[in-house]
Nanobody, 114 residues
């Protein structure tokens, strides 16, 4: 059974930082491309950041220079370091795994507000 379990969300003030984690089980993590998506109320789910099995990364323009995606294959975990958070970053953040199939986590809420 495949599981992607996100953690690290919460309430943070504008300009603050959070680190999201996604622990994977039931898949061969090292060969999967991993990503973080987010969905704000009333908006479509959008790609935030992506990291390939080889470690190449790409980011949405709105988070470039502020967010960093990384992976630890020994821990079967992908991370999203989020700095200089803005109110518009408020959303549910979802972990995503892709190889021959697609898997999603249950999501973790990030709220940026003073």
């Amino acid at each position: 059974q495949v599981q992607l379990v996100e953690s690290g969300g919460g309430l943070v003030q504008p300009g603050g930082s959070l680190r999201l984690s996604c622990a994977a089980s039931g898949i061969i993590f090292s060969i999967h491309h991993m990503g973080w998506y987010r969905q704000a109320p009333g908006k479509q789910r959008e790609l935030v950041a992506h990291i390939t099995s080889g470690g190449s990364t790409n980011y949405a323009d709105s988070v470039k220079g502020r967010f960093t995606i990384s992976r630890d294959n020994a821990k079967n975990t992908v991370y999203l370091q989020m700095n200089s958070l803005k109110p518009e970053d408020t959303a549910v953040y979802y972990c995503h795994a892709l190889r021959s199939n697609v898997y999603w986590g249950q999501g973790t809420q990030v709220t940026v507000s003073s």
